[in-house]
């Protein structure tokens, strides 16, 4: 885990607490909350919650903001990113697909006959990429 040391609203170093005070013994893997505070010391934010559709996480030089130090920020995206995030989904919605698909391949070699269940399974398989949403794909139950 990383911390920063702060004076006011600036962050003066970052690192782990090993790298920020090199002479200093921790005996347990969290600090004493009473060092921290008389260190000026916070952990370091390296992750935020974001929605990865339309918004990314950009590493930054480290800020502190409400007490707390940051080293990334959210962002939203450029048309063209979200364009581009949209079709690497719906590659890899196409790759389950394909895999899916070759699981049951078997099932439709010219000395088996196949059921009506696994035609209907096969064709939604295939019928996935017209689905309007490659974030909220609705998957066809395998026949039993």
Known sequence: MNYAIIEGT?????GTLQKLFPNTSFNSSTPNA???????TVELVEDLDYTPKTQKLVSVEPYV????????KVEPMTTEE???????EWFNVRLRRNDLLGL?????????????DWKTYRQALRDITT??????????????
């Open 104 to 116: 049951s391949d078997w099932r439709a070699n010219s000395d088996v006959t196949l059921s009506d």
């Open 82 to 88: 979200q364009n581009q995030c949209i079709s690497d």
């Open 65 to 72: 903001d409400n007490g707390k130090a940051y080293n990334v």
């Open 34 to 40: 009473d060092f921290l505070t008389a260190n000026n």
């Open 10 to 14: 600036t962050v003066k170093s970052t």
């Open 131 to 144: 689905q309007s949403d490659p974030y909220n794909i609705t998957w066809p139950t395998e026949p039993s």
